[in-house]
């Protein structure tokens, strides 16, 4: 079937490339200083560590900021239109199994117009991964408050500010049957690539947010958590298998509460009273309430995978249907397809 | 021909029309079905008309919940299932009250009396029983107490009361299968072959069957009954196919004949769902079917496995068109091949979901926004569902176009036999993915410019996975050639102009003139009209009048030869589904006073409606 239309070339023998092949020759049209710029460095010095292949990777993205990405990756790449992203990288990785498809978009595009296909991607478990760049605004229709802005943002349109509640991007994804969720910011390149390259490796849909600075229409939105000086205490790192400990000194942690999870100090309740991190846990409840430990950047926020399942993905399952008929019923037989009503002869 | 509809039953020598009506679970759309399959296997020329009410469960006994099917059997070649019914079997009051008007005067009402109780009647509006005061004396009237008969048939099987009452569908069935001497044995043989491992079911059911049959040949029925004798058809095999599935099985043969993998995605929606159904039983054909969120998503997806070099297409009613049209918008930018099908339904919004209306012709053609032309192509037939659906993948394909190829609820649910073509006469449809370089830069290096032409003014078609040529396309307007993206003035105008000429200069085949090449009054038609106005120019022809029809197949680009052929005629009219949509194409066109003949009642033209129009434009001189 599909393989027919595949050129050589299979995963053994992939040649080895740098940061450079994986960049093309367009000028990079982000505003100086955007959190952009280092979200592309730190993929473009990834990809070749993956050891993966140019023409077997493909970016779809959608309208933004954020959805300008594919333009600078010497791959195969698809700027779609707002929102849509999700369904036309669906449909891409549905029908082409043997490639990487990446799909990259602001918190307007997936969460806002796009809502609706981010979410079934990921209950569908479609093969893809999916970087959700988180700036709380939208950058591109210059500086309109986004479904992940704060209530009471005062942007061009909320002049005395917004009147709604933001999602939660990690909330979201958990709460739409994500196998793979995680979050990491674009102040930390290493955080970055190894997260990314957790997506590359898990099979089905992976969603990642990274948090992102619009210099220019939401400057320092992450500042309070993401900045060197006051990471230690305000970022909270998700290691599998370990309990969840975070400050300078290790001093706080995180431990079961009332249904939920809250940041403790150690001190209080002993190193033995905090909650070990399992993102394989089936059960999605302790990945949620891990999300909701932060629902603004001013308070101790998570970072790293908080879920990593193993659960069937669509396209393995589609395929496994087409095989199946075919297996039942034989060869392909257009002129029998023809046939199968009731026929007479004149 | 003469129509002595009020002496004879046969207006169109040799033909009936039967409308099977009832409550929505009353099975008459399978009895009116399995007729049609017999009527076919008989040898006849047919076309039916099913009628859905837009509610799954309307009350039952309602006006509301009516479900009707017709079917026009004949000994000649038929176009159209017929200008009004000469049999109307009523299974309730309510069907009587809502079909009745329908039927030709002298008609024969074949009803189920057992169904004409005080609840009944009360529930169809009905203030006295229609069966006893002189409602019906301008008709021939046939009361059956189907129900207490079945029963009666059914008493010793051991079934259930309740079940055993289900199979009166069963016993009129039978009984018309008497009354027009339709052969029993493919009846038998689909009940054995339905009902398997249901014996009970089978057993109720044919004895319903056979004790309608029964009752037509005991109850001197015999002054009712009539024969229509097999048609002559040109030589061949034949089946019995709707538009919808011969829709989902052109599209199974454009991949095969492509070569490419099929890739639908789409979003249920009447009257459009049977072609993802079709096609979701067909996977071996490497055909899969992706049930998307929601249209946007269903037309996306087929977009990116076109880009992954997938036969792409999307399957749709207007309501979804409208929610596609800024990807459809997108794919033209890409140009990238796609099918978008539409099963078109009447509107605006919801409007009538199970009734037919041709009415999104300039949604086609402009539904979209900045200068975004795309082919489209309308099938005529539920057989040419098949053609075009081949015809619209192999100009997708061949031009790396979107394009919309128009059905509507008439065709998709209507039947017709169909002489099979042979398999091996299909014509290959060829793809051609770009495999190496096809541009220089300045250093003397290979590159791919994703937007470089060929003669055709066709760019190539490179899938991801193809060593060396990776390249970014999207939606922003991109330089000619390079595809580098461009916000260049003068390059914009440019792409705009190509992106029009090379749809305008996609070669179609001539409009063809059928009828009086002579005439003075042309009529012009696209899609399921085709039925009716080549009927109706049979009459008025056979009446001695001058006529001519010309179809269009080809809705954009249209076929070259078409200015020339409307200026050989004074009168031009063009009957539509909707308010005057293609009246306005050939306006602007052609500058031509053509004019609209229109019809939105949710039902298809009848031959006796157009005759009636265009007798009047031709006037009493002969
Ligand atoms: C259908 C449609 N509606 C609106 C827009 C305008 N638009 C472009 S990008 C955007 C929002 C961008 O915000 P986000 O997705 O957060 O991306 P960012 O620019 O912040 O990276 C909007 C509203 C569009 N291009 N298409
Ligand atoms: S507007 Fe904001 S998000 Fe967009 S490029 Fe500029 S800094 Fe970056
Ligand atoms: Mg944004």
Redesign the interface.
């Known amino acids: 079937?599909?393989d027919?239309?595949?050129?050589?070339?299979g995963p053994g023998d992939v040649p080895p490339t740098t940061r450079a092949d994986w960049q093309?020759d367009?000028e990079v049209r982000w505003c100086p200083g955007c959190g952009d710029y280092s979200i592309l460095t730190a993929l473009q010095l990834l990809m070749p560590d993956l050891g993966v292949?140019?023409?077997?990777?493909?970016f779809?993205s959608g309208?933004g900021c954020a959805a300008r990405f594919?333009?600078y990756m010497?791959?195969?790449?698809?700027?779609?239109?707002h929102g849509?992203a999700p369904?036309?990288?669906?449909?891409?990785?549905?029908?082409?199994p043997?490639?990487d498809v990446w799909v990259v978009g602001g918190d307007g595009d997936m969460l806002s117009i796009g809502g609706?296909?981010l979410i079934?991607a990921l209950r569908r478990n479609i093969d893809i991964n999916i970087l959700l760049f988180n700036n709380q605004i939208y950058g591109l229709t210059k500086g309109q408050f986004s479904p992940t802005s704060e209530k009471g943002k005062v942007t061009k349109s909320s002049p005395i500010g917004s009147c709604a509640t933001p999602f939660n991007p990690v909330s979201v994804a958990i709460g739409a049957e994500a196998s793979f969720v995680a979050r990491t910011h674009d102040l930390d390149r290493r955080h970055m690539q190894e997260i990314f390259r957790r997506a590359y490796e898990h099979p089905g849909a992976s969603f990642v947010e990274v948090y992102q600075n619009c210099n220019v229409f939401n400057d320092g939105a992450f500042e309070t958590i993401t900045k060197k000086d006051v990471r230690d205490d305000m970022l909270i790192p998700l290691v599998q298998g370990e309990p969840i400990r975070f400050g300078s000194d290790g001093q706080f942690g995180v431990a079961r509460h009332d249904g939920g999870v809250r940041v403790v100090e150690v001190a209080d309740v002993g190193v033995d009273a905090l909650l070990v991190h399992d993102e394989a846990r089936p059960d999605p409840s302790t990945s949620f309430a891990l999300s909701r430990l932060a629902d603004r950047p001013d308070r101790p926020t998570p970072m790293g995978v908080y879920r990593a399942v193993d659960r069937g993905e669509y396209g393995a399952a589609?395929?496994a249907?087409?095989d199946?008929?075919?297996d039942s019923?034989?060869?392909?037989d257009?002129?029998a397809?023809?046939?199968s009503?009731?026929?007479?002869?004149? | 021909m003469t129509e002595t509809a009020a002496e004879s039953l046969v207006p169109e020598v040799g033909g009936l029309v039967i409308r099977f009506a009832g409550d929505s679970g009353d099975g008459m759309q399978l009895a009116g079905d399995r007729f049609t399959s017999a009527s076919a296997l008989f040898g006849n020329d047919l076309s039916t008309l099913p009628e859905f009410p837009a509610e799954i469960r309307a009350p039952a006994g309602t006006l509301a919940g009516v479900s009707a099917f017709q079917v026009h059997i004949s000994d000649h070649d038929i176009f159209t299932p017929g200008d009004a019914p000469h049999v109307l079997v009523a299974m309730n009051p309510a069907a009587l009250r809502a079909e009745l008007g329908t039927l030709i005067d002298g008609g024969t009402v074949i009803v189920n009396a057992d169904a004409f109780v005080e609840r009944n009647l009360a529930k169809a509006g009905y203030d006295h029983d229609p069966l006893e005061g002189d409602d019906l004396d301008a008709y021939r009237l046939v009361r059956v107490p189907m129900t207490s008969l079945t029963k009666e048939a059914c008493k010793d099987l051991g079934v259930k009361t309740r079940d055993a009452e289900r199979s009166k569908n069963f016993f009129a069935l039978g009984l018309l299968s008497w009354m027009y001497s339709r052969p029993i044995e493919p009846t038998i043989e689909w009940i054995e072959a339905k009902f398997k491992g249901r014996d009970l079911i089978i057993a109720a059911n044919k004895a319903a069957f056979n004790a309608g049959h029964a009752f037509g040949e005991t109850a001197e029925l015999s002054d009712h009954q009539v024969v229509v004798r097999p048609a002559e058809m040109p030589a061949g095999t034949y089946t019995n196919i709707n538009g919808n599935t011969a829709l989902a099985w052109g599209l199974v043969a454009a991949g095969q004949l492509s070569g490419l993998p099929v890739f639908l995605g789409s979003y249920p929606i009447t009257p459009a769902s049977d072609i993802l159904h079709e096609l979701s039983r067909h996977k071996e054909f490497d055909v899969a079917t992706f049930q998307a969120e929601d249209e946007i998503a269903a037309v996306g997806s087929a977009l990116g496995a076109a880009y992954g070099g997938h036969l792409g297409v999307t399957t749709t009613s207007g309501p979804g068109v409208a929610l596609k049209a800024e990807t459809i918008g997108l794919a033209v930018s890409l140009e990238l091949p796609l099918v978008i099908v539409n099963i078109q339904r009447g509107g605006p919004s919801t409007g009538l979901p199970t009734k037919t209306e041709a009415a999104d012709l300039l949604m086609a053609m402009y539904g979209r926004h900045g200068e975004s032309p795309l082919p489209v192509i309308a099938a005529r037939t539920p057989a040419d569902c098949f053609d075009q659906a081949i015809e619209a993948a192999r100009i997708a394909i061949e031009y790396r176009t979107p394009v919309m190829l128009l059905s509507d609820g008439y065709l998709a649910n209507s039947s017709e036999p169909w002489l099979l073509p042979e398999v091996d006469d299909l014509e290959p449809i060829p793809v051609g993915f770009a495999s190496g370089f096809n541009q220089v830069d300045e250093d003397g290096n290979g590159v791919f410019w994703p937007y470089l032409r060929d003669e055709k003014m066709v760019r190539p078609w490179a899938i991801p996975g193809t060593p060396d040529l990776m390249h970014r396309i999207g939606g922003l307007e991109k330089e000619d050639g390079s595809g580098n993206v461009s916000y260049d003035g003068a390059n914009h105008a440019h792409m705009v102009a190509v992106r029009a000429e090379r749809i305008a200069r996609i070669p179609v085949p001539d409009a063809e003139v059928c009828g009086d090449a002579d005439a003075d009054l042309l009529v012009v038609g696209w899609g399921s009209t085709w039925g009716a106005i080549t009927a109706t120019v049979r009459r008025i022809r056979n009446g001695g009048r001058k006529v001519a029809h010309v179809h269009l197949t080809y809705l954009n680009p249209l076929p070259a030869n078409l200015g020339e052929v409307l200026s050989d005629f004074s009168t031009i009219l063009v009957p539509e589904m909707n308010l005057g949509q293609l009246v306005r194409m050939l306006r602007d066109e052609y500058l031509v006073d053509a004019r609209p003949v229109s019809k939105v009642t949710g039902q298809p033209f009848t031959p006796a409606e157009l005759q009636h129009v265009i007798l009047g434009e031709l006037g009493d001189d002969a």
């Open positions: 079937m599909t027919t239309l595949l050129p050589e070339g093309t367009q292949r140019r023409e077997k990777t493909v779809v309208i594919p333009y010497d791959t195969y790449g698809m700027h779609s239109i849509r369904a036309i990288a669906t449909g891409l990785a549905l029908a082409r043997d490639l609706n296909h079934h589609m395929h249907q087409v199946q008929m075919a019923r034989g060869k392909a257009l002129k397809l023809l046939h009503l009731p026929t007479w002869t004149v």
